[in-house]
């Protein structure tokens, strides 16, 4: 009985945030609740032809079975830019940010 006290009652199962990023982590500490934050180790390559939003769920659900364990809650989460259907990456550098922006 993974998920009992040693009184014999339930205890809420684990929660685990399949993330590294402090900005995940701030808003899930907001609850309140206990939890685990774990780098999934997931190789975020975009696959030719990938839509914005399933690239974001891809990416999500491959997080969360990443971290998977028996008996506890996992989070997973992504997040794409887009605009008019095409990703928008991680500018890099000021002046392709300015270019993203004036895009937008």
């Known amino acids: 009985m993974a998920n009992t006290c040693q009184n014999g009652q339930r205890r809420p199962p684990a929660l685990i945030l399949a993330s590294t990023s402090p900005y995940r982590r701030e808003l899930l500490g907001r609850l309140g609740l206990p939890f685990e934050p774990r780098r999934p180790g997931v190789d975020e ?17 491959e997080k969360a079975l990443a971290c998977r364990e028996a008996g506890a809650c ?23 940010a300015i270019d993203q922006l004036m895009a937008c």
Do not use: F, N, W, Y
Request: no cysteine; net charge negative.
């Open 45 to 61: 390559t975009e696959r030719p032809d990938e839509q914005p939003a399933a690239r974001a769920s891809r990416l999500a659900a």
């Open 74 to 96: 996992v989070i997973g989460s992504d997040q794409v830019a887009s605009l008019d259907g095409e990703i928008l990456h991680k500018p890099g550098v000021p002046m392709r």
